[in-house]
């Protein structure tokens, strides 16, 4: 397809994604002249990716950059599709606690799940227990286990649903973009059985 | 306690404490005399879920007054406690579909949730199903079943918690704030159970 027909079928301006093959978020189309270059269904994918990443998570273009990146290195690597998350790992104000990269490391064993080392996760979660005591919440390893158990079964539901993708790509793609949009389905999901909890006599 | 000790005993400076106190987002001491007001346990509570609000929430002041006002309208009344949580649904920028409206009504009955009519939180998760539409993720009945049976029990774990709490003012600031506080542990470990299930051969 042309430049204008991507325009319309993604919902971007021309300018937009001009500025996005200039940068390199979108791959270059294949020159057919010296003026006009054709378009696939795999670059309005990816453009899809991208106002995704910017208009519903809110990610700024250089963390899309790092989560483009991370899709295309784990394209064709079930194993590696994990890893596509971990730019959307916050950057940490400070090194957690040894005790709190204990914990879990605690959980992650008593779940049988098995992380990359390098999975910025860890610390992720090591950061958000220290500040869950400092503000007097402390998490206990019943709550904690609750949360992961509910979650796995989530996760496997969601990872079944994306592996059933025929190209690899695309189930990156939609495993990284699945996870940011349904954060908000599951954050309110969570408040209203809160609410639902409190007011059974 | 004197002001001094309420800002070493907060982490809050003398400052800031008295600009809450200006504002009216904490309540006034108890004159002791013209020039100084005593304090009590309650005031430093109400300014460490302040403080919770702004720091690791984000929340604006006009935020946290409107949660502030919610706990304390909801304090000695089991069923409204949900209610506090009203303040923390997003303002939509457009009005969900009658679709997804029906659809969120179903999936309250179906799972046996009580919600106030006006609870907020059934608007926001109707214009969640309409973005995942929008960009070609539509959220199935399974997922969304899943998510609710797996948050109901996690619900009932930390509702059960703060209900052990002896004042019902201090039950409702808990779950108020742990519900925002476990938000990112939440959200990390989800992403780390996708990590794991896709690591799985």
Same mark, same amino acid.
């Given at each position: 397809?042309?430049?204008?027909?991507?325009?319309?079928?993604?919902?971007?301006?021309?300018?937009?994604?001009?500025?996005?093959?200039?940068?390199?978020?979108?791959?270059?189309?294949?020159?057919?002249?010296?003026?006009?270059?054709?378009?696939?269904?795999?670059?309005?994918? @990816?453009?899809? $990716?991208?106002? =995704? #990443?910017?208009?519903?998570?809110? /990610?700024?273009?250089?963390?899309?950059?790092? !989560?483009? %990146?991370?899709?295309?290195?784990?394209?064709?690597?079930?194993?590696?599709?994990?890893?596509?998350?971990?730019?959307?790992?916050?950057?940490?104000?400070?090194?957690?606690?040894?005790?709190?990269?204990?914990?879990?490391?605690?959980?992650?064993?008593?779940?049988?799940?098995?992380?990359?080392?390098?999975?910025?996760? @860890?610390?992720? $979660?090591?950061? =958000? #227990?220290?500040?869950?005591?400092? /503000?007097?919440?402390?998490?206990?390893?019943? !709550?904690? %286990?609750?949360?992961?158990?509910?979650?796995?079964?989530?996760?496997?539901?969601?990872?079944?649903?994306?592996?059933?993708?025929?190209?690899?790509?695309?189930?990156?793609?939609?495993?990284?973009?699945?996870?940011?949009?349904?954060?908000?389905?599951?954050?309110?999901?969570?408040?209203?059985?809160?609410?639902?909890?409190?007011?059974?006599?």
């Amino acid at each position: 397809m042309r430049l204008a027909e991507l325009s319309a079928r993604s919902g971007l301006s021309i300018a937009t994604i001009k500025y996005y093959l200039r940068v390199g978020l979108v791959p270059p189309g294949t020159m057919q002249s010296s003026t006009w270059a054709s378009y696939y269904d795999s670059h309005l994918r @990816r453009l899809r $990716l991208v106002r =995704a #990443l910017t208009d519903v998570a809110g /990610l700024s273009l250089e963390e899309v950059r790092r !989560v483009v %990146d991370a899709v295309d290195a784990s394209g064709s690597d079930h194993q590696a599709r994990g890893a596509a998350q971990w730019p959307l790992s916050p950057a940490l104000a400070r090194e957690p606690s040894a005790a709190s990269v204990e914990r879990v490391e605690e959980l992650l064993s008593r779940h049988s799940w098995e992380l990359a080392t390098n999975s910025p996760h @860890r610390r992720t $979660l090591a950061a =958000a #227990l220290d500040t869950l005591e400092v /503000l007097d919440f402390v998490a206990t390893d019943e !709550v904690l %286990d609750a949360y992961a158990q509910a979650l796995e079964a989530v996760a496997e539901i969601e990872v079944a649903r994306v592996a059933a993708e025929a190209e690899p790509i695309v189930a990156a793609e939609r495993l990284v973009v699945g996870t940011l949009l349904y954060e908000p389905v599951l954050l309110t999901l969570r408040r209203m059985a809160h609410e639902a909890v409190s007011a059974r006599p």
